[in-house]
């Protein structure tokens, strides 16, 4: 009788299947989290280099914080790159391709530099036009791609990231929500898809390595 009483009090243990489901649904918020987090330091670094340089004008009345951007931009940015960079490690999986190569923390943080550095190029190097800068940026961000993806899928949600982001953007820029100040490819600069080509490898090479862990 009192061997029944001990074995009715010892709470039921989950299964192998819910363990397994809840450590995956707790690593995929974790990396989430870690991604927005990102996400949102990079476009606060990066959006304010722009504004200094008077590449992006926002009006005075949506100015909120002391990084002089707008409120909406990090949180936005921050977003984008956790779905960006769950996006791929998923892709990876679904494709039976996973992706090995330069799979170290070092090679990501030299991507993420060779990123920020695409984005200052933009802001501050001085071209004769803006094809030339474009040309320039579009071959740095492929070549970013090869140093440190060198896969189909990368290549192609990055194309897909940059067409969808430069969409966002010009639908942005004609309702006035901010504006480019030398727009030169319906309403925005040419340059533009090159950097969220460049930003979405980067997010992806984030995104792979933290799935590894």
Known sequence: MAERETASSVPPKCGPYI???????????IRGVVLFLIGVFLALVLNLLQIQRNVTLFPPDVIASIFSSAWWVPPCCGTASA???LLYPCIDRHLGEPHKFKREWSSVMRCVAVFVGINHASAKVDFDNNIQLSLTLAALSIGLWWTFDRSRSGFGLGVGIAFLATLVTQLLVYNGVYQYTSPDFLYVRSWLPC???AGGITMGNIGRQLAMI
């Open 195 to 197: 950097i969220f080509f």
């Open 19 to 29: 363990s397994s489901v809840t450590s995956r649904s707790m690593n995929l918020m």
């Open 83 to 85: 779905v960006i960079g």
